[in-house]
């Protein structure tokens, strides 16, 4: 019996001691043996933890994105309900219900710092007929908004906040852009929190929508929802090429179809807004229509492009430049004209009581004439151009 414990013992201590030198030399036989037994543990490879910032990877555009989003806002609007004279008529409530007590009216959008005085840009539909504006901040500040002016013509509005160490983008140049650059929209869609997408210019120069009066719009597949309206497209270096206004969309949602207002207009319209409480557009007092082929063959015209003049105001600034009904302007300073919006857009521009170039053909004859703007009268009165 002794000689059977003293074997026993004997193998045991040599199986422990095996152990203790495969635990030492192998410690991951052990752990992959016990890994196996409990079932639930994985075994994965990690990258060595860096106290350095972390390079980002190539093609991506985070110093881009991180450079312009603390200066987009996201705007929250509200709308007190009126009243409706009747409500406190018992009979009145009975038919209609208690309409009193409606809530108020809210709405979502998002907005661009433009100036460390706290001017913000966004969209005029964002925050038109709302009572009371209130504008969050990326850091997480949060602030009420004094409207500054407003401009229905581009569906631009300038807002501003008093708030200090204020983040402000870097405009860019939005007039080089081109077809295929890369953007990124930031704003907030559907109030879920500040987003940034990607995409590229997929057009320049879209007209004749039905949006604004004046269109000039940037088009870009980078994804827009609802409450993107009033935020940031910016190139791959975080430079404002232009405001988000507005979608394609039969759902309600980004189709891949976005239009942006360009930066070299919305600074137009910020300046003019800050200075003199609005904006100055030129006007020259015609009645522009697209050439097409029935209007040149009643005016006796041998252009084929360019925007045709049915109508010249009386001493109006065309009429006084030389302008005649038949005329086709084809170009305005250096740009060419080809339809309406076009020409109302490059007018609009112009400088009231400076002189610019204007190509005209007149039948067979090809004019250069100089003419000097006036100041466009409000919205309300329809001028033509």
């Given at each position: 019996m002794?000689r ?15 152990f ?14 016990a890994?196996?037994?409990l079932?639930?543990?994985v ?7 860096s106290?350095?910032a ?7 555009y985070?110093a ?6 603390p200066?987009?806002?996201?705007i ?10 009747y409500?406190n008529?018992p ?8 309409q ?16 460390p005085e706290?001017?913000i840009?966004?969209n ?6 709302a009572?009371e504006?209130?504008?969050h901040?990326?850091?997480?500040r949060q602030?009420l ?5 407003t401009?229905?013509e581009?569906?631009l509005?300038?807002l ?15 007039d080089?852009?081109?077809v295929g650059d890369?953007?990124l929209?930031?704003?907030?869609p ?5 987003t ?14 039905g949006?604004n009066d ?8 980078a994804a827009?929802n609802p409450?993107n309206s009033?935020?940031?497209l910016?190139?791959?270096n975080?430079n404002l090429?232009g405001i988000n206004?507005a979608?394609y ?6 189709m891949g179809i976005g239009?942006?207002i360009?930066a ?5 319209v910020?300046?003019g807004?800050?200075r003199?409480?609005r904006?100055?557009?030129?006007w020259?007092g015609?009645?522009p229509?697209?050439?097409s082929p029935?209007l040149?063959?009643?005016f ?11 109508g010249?105001l009386?001493?109006g600034?065309?009429a006084q430049?030389g302008?005649?009904?038949?005329d086709?302007?084809?170009?305005v300073?250096?740009?060419k004209?080809?339809?309406?919006k ?5 007018v609009?521009n112009?400088?009231p009581g ?5 190509t005209?053909?007149?039948g067979n004859?090809?004019?250069a ?5 006036g100041?466009r009268p409000p919205r309300?009165?329809p001028?033509?151009q």
């Amino acid at each position: 019996m002794k000689r059977i414990w003293l074997l026993f013992s004997q193998a045991v201590t040599v199986l422990l001691a095996a152990f203790f030198v495969v635990a030492t030399l192998k410690p991951q036989w052990v752990q992959r043996g016990a890994a196996s037994s409990l079932g639930g543990v994985v075994s994965i490879i990690e990258t060595p933890i860096s106290s350095s910032a972390p390079t980002p990877a190539p093609g991506s555009y985070s110093a881009a994105a991180q450079r312009a989003s603390p200066a987009v806002v996201s705007i929250n609007t509200s709308k007190a309900v009126r009243a409706h004279p009747y409500s406190n008529d018992p009979f009145f409530r009975f038919f209609f219900g208690d309409q009193a007590q409606s809530q108020p009216q809210v709405g979502l959008g998002s907005g661009v710092i433009v100036s460390p005085e706290g001017y913000i840009l966004t969209n005029n539909h964002v925050i038109e007929s709302a009572d009371e504006i209130e504008v969050h901040l990326a850091d997480g500040r949060q602030a009420l908004a004094k409207v500054i002016g407003t401009d229905p013509e581009t569906d631009l509005a300038v807002l501003k906040i008093d708030l200090d160490r204020l983040p402000v983008i870097v405009i860019g140049d939005s007039d080089h852009l081109l077809v295929g650059d890369q953007v990124l929209a930031i704003g907030n869609p559907f109030g879920v929190g500040q987003t940034v997408t990607s995409g590229i210019v997929s057009a320049l120069g879209r007209n004749q929508l039905g949006i604004n009066d004046f269109e000039n719009f940037i088009q870009t597949d980078a994804a827009i929802n609802p409450g993107n309206s009033g935020g940031a497209l910016i190139d791959v270096n975080g430079n404002l090429l232009g405001i988000n206004t507005a979608i394609y969309s039969r759902s309600g949602g980004s189709m891949g179809i976005g239009f942006a207002i360009p930066a070299s207009m919305a600074k137009l319209v910020l300046e003019g807004i800050v200075r003199d409480g609005r904006v100055t557009r030129g006007w020259i007092g015609v009645e522009p229509s697209d050439l097409s082929p029935e209007l040149a063959e009643t005016f006796g015209v041998k252009a084929t492009s360019g925007v045709i003049i049915t109508g010249v105001l009386q001493n109006g600034p065309a009429a006084q430049a030389g302008i005649r009904p038949g005329d086709v302007i084809t170009e305005v300073g250096e740009k060419k004209v080809a339809n309406f919006k076009e020409l109302l857009t490059a007018v609009a521009n112009l400088r009231p009581g400076t002189a610019s170039a204007f190509t005209v053909q007149r039948g067979n004859e090809r004019l250069a004439l100089q003419v000097t703007p006036g100041t466009r009268p409000p919205r309300r009165v329809p001028p033509g151009q």
